[in-house]
């Protein structure tokens, strides 16, 4: 079990201690947060979390300027080391911003939230999160 576990809390972020109390009160694991203007070595920790929320209030786009904050290098230097990052709602967009995922989230065509079940599929069966 990881027992270094780092969330990252940005302006506007409205899930990390939803994700906080999980890690610990259900899993036992304390993690730590880790304000965006900060950053960290790879070597910190052994698992990232990027909570969900409305980052910067998502007034450009989500996670636009939330993918250009100062902990995002570590968090890419960290991804690239091949070490987990899990990024949860408007965290998933914080990534796609930050280039640490393919391709790029599109506003629908009214420009409402809507919500509708979706068809996910595992494009590789051969991760921890998989």
Partial sequence: MHSNLGIIVFPGSNCDYDLYYALYEVLGIKPSFIWHTNTFSYNEYDFIFLPGGFSYGDYLRP????????????????????????????????LCEAHLLPGALLRNNNGKFLCMDVDLYAVNRNTIFT
Wanted: one cysteine or more.
């Fill in 63 to 94: 996670g636009a300027i939330a993918g250009k904050s100062l902990v995002m290098h570590s968090v890419i230097d960290f991804a690239n080391k091949g070490k987990p990052v899990l990024g949860i709602c408007n965290g998933f967009q914080i």
